[in-house]
């Protein structure tokens, strides 16, 4: 499964509206100090490849379609996406989407295959992310459900990384209870970063999530699906001159 509102570029995912929740407390950085820009970056295919393969392969073990199909079935995707954008619990999920499934499929082999899209996570692209907290404010903005983000932790911490090492903010939607491309979890994420649209970078690979920071003056930039980069990079900061 992929981007939470979860989908690699173009899909239509939005979340349905809900009421915007407190965010969690900041944390002890203080984000009005020399580095005035602020670099935002979405996580699943953006840090985090992902194998849209495998993730169909595992949908269709447990009788549901591939993932580009299950984003255009008006059953499915309601269900999927509350699911992966962290907004509902594991046992809803299971319940909403079993009869979908094949009879019988347990509620850890749909939660299993539900994680397949999770691949790979390039060591110089850490690297890179963590070489930027110098110079600009940087923060993960993900639509993500709970499960995700433990084992991209996990896979993390194998290579000698945690989310701290990269990052001075993390904004994850299964905590704030709210997905982009919801405007009002940007405004939450500005406010406490204490940033402007006009000094801010956005980096997401799913279009409308682009085109929705960009309605709020946000440099946001459309980029292919696990192609960030140094070079990519390079070229998103030159949007700061």
């Known amino acids: 499964m992929v981007k939470l509102q979860y989908s690699p570029s173009g899909y239509d995912t939005s979340p349905s509206p809900r ?21 935002i970056l979405d996580l699943v295919g953006v840090v985090v490849n992902i194998n849209l393969e495998r993730d169909d392969k595992a949908l269709r073990a447990i009788g549901l379609p591939d993932f580009h199909s299950c984003m255009h079935n008006d059953s499915l995707r309601p269900i999927l996406l509350e699911y ?23 509620d850890e082999d749909i939660l299993q295959a539900m994680d397949e899209h999770l ?12 070489g930027l907290k110098d ?36 904004f994850l939607s299964y905590e ?19 940033s402007e649209p006009h000094n801010t970078i956005f980096i997401d690979d799913t279009l409308q999530n682009v085109l929705a920071a960009k309605e709020l003056g ?9 192609t960030l980069d140094e070079s990519v990079m390079h070229d998103a900061v030159q949007s700061f001159a």
């Not at 900041?26 to 820009?37: A, G, I, L, Y």
């Not at 946000?218 to 696990?226: C, F, L, Q």
Request: with cysteine; hydrophobic share 40%.
């Open 19 to 39: 009421k915007s929740h407190t965010i969690p407390p900041p944390s002890t950085f203080h984000m009005q100090d020399k580095r005035q820009k602020t670099i």
């Open 84 to 106: 992966l954008n962290g907004l509902t619990s594991e046992e809803t999920f299971c319940k909403l989407i079993r009869p979908y499934c094949q009879p019988g499929t347990p």
């Open 119 to 130: 691949d790979t996570i390039p060591e110089a692209r850490l690297r890179m992310i963590a």
């Open 135 to 170: 110079r600009y404010n940087v923060c993960l903005l993900t639509n993500i459900y709970r499960r995700a983000w433990d084992i991209i932790v996990g896979r993390m911490a194998v290579m000698g990384f945690s989310p701290d090492d990269c990052f001075h903010r993390l």
């Open 176 to 194: 704030m209870q709210m997905a982009k491309p919801d405007h009002a979890i940007y405004e939450a994420v500005m406010s406490e970063m204490g």
């Open 218 to 226: 946000i440099k946001a930039i459309h980029i292919e699906m696990n």
